[in-house]
């Protein structure tokens, strides 16, 4: 069993900025690709970014280019994601998920463990 246990979220204002953490309990940490996804009320879990296990490569939404970062320390078994311009339209629950391989994309199938969760709310 993995445990995934997310920390960071809370309320800002818009044009603020945020670093979510997420830690994890799975020894394979370091060969996983792993991921940020969001949910907002009412509306469909939305992926954010990805990091790959193999090369650190990352990938994000469209809409995260350029505000959000997403990166790993290895060595703590922990994700990041550094969440700057913040906008009301990214308040959601953040959650972080753990790849099925070393590599990543933007489906949530392709993630077998999924954190808890942690509510980010951005005010105007």
């Not at 996983?32 to 996804?37: E, N, Q, S, V």
């Not at 296990?53 to 922990?78: E, L, P, Q, W």
Request: hydrophobic share 30%.
């Amino acid at each position: 069993q993995v445990h995934l246990v997310e920390s960071g979220g809370g309320s800002v204002q818009a044009g603020g900025s945020l670093r979510l953490s997420c830690s994890s309990s799975d020894r394979t940490f370091s060969g996983r690709g792993m991921a940020w996804f969001r949910q907002a009320p009412g509306k469909e879990r939305e992926f954010v970014a990805a990091v790959s296990g193999v090369d650190g490569g990352t990938i994000y939404a469209d809409s995260m280019k350029g505000r959000f970062t997403i990166s790993r320390n290895d060595t703590k078994n922990t994700l990041f994601l550094q969440m700057n311009s913040l906008k009301p339209g990214d308040t959601a629950v953040y959650y972080c998920a753990r790849g099925i391989s070393s590599y990543t994309g933007d489906l949530p199938g392709t993630y077998d463990y999924w954190g808890q969760g942690t509510q980010v709310t951005v005010s105007s």
